[in-house]
């Protein structure tokens, strides 16, 4: 049974930091794409990192570039979100999702608040 299960959100102060972890099980992770989405309330989901199964290419959205980092571990299965200097605008459900040819599967969402 293909799972991700996404662990690490929370409420956070402006400038804090927060790791996000997502954790796949029954497929081979190590062949997928991986991508960390966000949707605020009222906003689309947008994308907000990606990167490719080999771990060689990286991409982030502007909003946070410098601040953000995906990575993966391909032995745990576990692909990470690290958030520095989050912002109130940060605020949202993240969501992991991994992609390989036409097979797609997503994490159930953690939220992620960032207030004082």
């Known amino acids: 049974q293909v799972q991700l299960a996404e662990s690490g959100g929370g409420l956070v102060q402006p400038g804090g930091s927060l790791r996000l972890s997502c954790t796949a099980s029954?497929?081979?992770?190590?062949?997928?794409?991986v991508r960390w989405y966000r949707q605020a309330p009222g906003k689309e989901r947008e994308l907000v990192a990606g990167?490719?199964?080999?771990?060689?290419?990286?991409t982030y959205a502007d909003s946070v570039q410098g601040r953000f980092t995906i990575s993966r571990d391909n032995a745990k299965k576990t692909v990470y979100l690290q958030m520095n200097s989050l912002k109130p605008d940060d605020t949202a459900v993240y969501y992991c999702?991994?992609?390989?040819?036409?097979?797609?599967?997503w994490g159930q969402g953690t939220q992620v608040t960032v207030s004082s």
């Open positions: 999702n991994v992609v390989r040819s036409q097979s797609s599967y």
């Open positions: 990167m490719s199964s080999a771990g060689y290419v990286r």
């Open positions: 029954g497929f081979t992770f190590s062949d997928y794409a």
